[in-house]
């Protein structure tokens, strides 16, 4: 909430919840507070859960991805290796 107020401070305008990504790669921190704040998330696999992904911080191992989301409870909608 306090960052959507940020926004709207910095824009002077309201931002739409919709029109947020949440980007993170703390899967308890970042990536759960976007998911449950109902936010667009991408979560960079390459971080701080990259050894329970697989060596490959570019290609995380789809399979160990979905039980790793499943396991953690969480729904970001977007995953990506790393961010350039």
Do not use: M, N, Q
Request: overall charge negative; aromatic content about 4%.
């Amino acid at each position: 909430e306090r960052s959507l107020e940020v926004l709207e401070e910095v824009s002077g305008r309201a931002i739409a919840p919709e029109r947020v990504l949440a980007i993170g790669d703390g899967p308890a921190t970042d990536v759960k507070g976007g998911c449950d704040f109902g936010l667009d998330t991408l979560f960079v696999t390459g971080g701080l859960a990259l050894g329970e992904l697989g060596d490959d911080p570019e290609r995380p191992d789809p399979e160990k991805l979905a039980a790793y989301l499943d396991r953690e409870a969480l729904t970001p909608r977007y995953a990506i290796g790393r961010l350039r």
